[in-house]
């Protein structure tokens, strides 16, 4: 089945600076490759995503490129804000979301302001 | 808010009982996803229904099952409890169009 990895566990970045998560996926079949942010007590809060057909996508301070050949996804966040802080999941999908989703282990992100 | 509700949002029970989940999806939305979370294990896929019908299930033990009801809204059962199941249990739904999971808030299951 699915593998997906994620790096790193833990990462706090000055307020105003970049973050970059970056995760792998071994299953080739995988197509969807969606990111979580998941708040203390709430459910995982879908921020953005990306279709194997597609190598970028962007939605104003977030964005997420794909490398198919490498099996790798990353999600980067510019011009960090206090309320970016919290735990953020990516995770791999086939049949474009329409199956279960497998998830990295993921990263707490601590903006400082 | 995601959309999807889920109740209750607390749940504490001995070992041994059996606890009813309530999922209602998004408004249009035919597929209901259970997760489970816990510290060790992270996030899970349990099952997955569309439509009524069980479409696939993940690493869902015998003692839990569940069901989703013409009105679209599902219901996870989790019977013979142990300690170990204590953990928060997520709903997801989507629509077949996008594919995009929309997660519910969550039931945290505590069992004692």
């Known amino acids: 089945g699915e593998n997906v990895e994620q790096h790193p566990s833990t990462l706090s970045v000055q307020e105003g600076d970049s973050a970059v998560i970056k995760c792998t996926y071994s299953d080739s079949a995988s197509n969807y490759f969606p990111w979580y942010k998941q708040e203390l007590g709430k459910g995982p809060q879908l921020i953005i995503d990306?279709?194997?057909?597609?190598g970028e996508k962007k939605d104003q301070r977030i964005a997420v490129t794909l490398n198919k050949t490498a099996k790798h996804f990353s999600l980067h966040i510019t011009e960090t804000q206090p309320e970016d802080s919290a735990v953020y999941f990516c995770a791999a999908s086939s049949n474009f979301g329409n199956e279960k989703l497998t998830f990295g282990t993921g990263t707490r992100l601590t903006i400082i302001p | 808010d995601s959309g999807v509700t889920q109740t209750p949002k607390h749940l504490i029970t001995a070992t041994g009982q059996r606890v009813t989940l309530r999922c209602s999806p998004r408004s249009g939305d035919l597929s209901v996803y259970w997760y489970q979370q816990s510290l060790d294990q992270g996030l899970q896929f349990l099952i997955q229904y569309y439509n009524g019908e069980e479409r696939a299930k993940g690493n869902i033990l015998e003692r839990f099952s569940a069901q989703q009801f013409p009105d679209l809204h599902s219901e996870l059962n989790l019977s013979s409890l142990e300690l170990g199941d204590s953990a928060l249990y997520f709903c997801?739904?989507?629509?077949?169009?996008?594919?995009?999971?929309?997660f519910g808030p969550g039931t945290r299951l505590t069992v004692t």
């Open positions: 990306i279709r194997s057909n597609v």
């Open positions: 997801a739904s989507s629509a077949l169009a996008t594919g995009e999971q929309y």
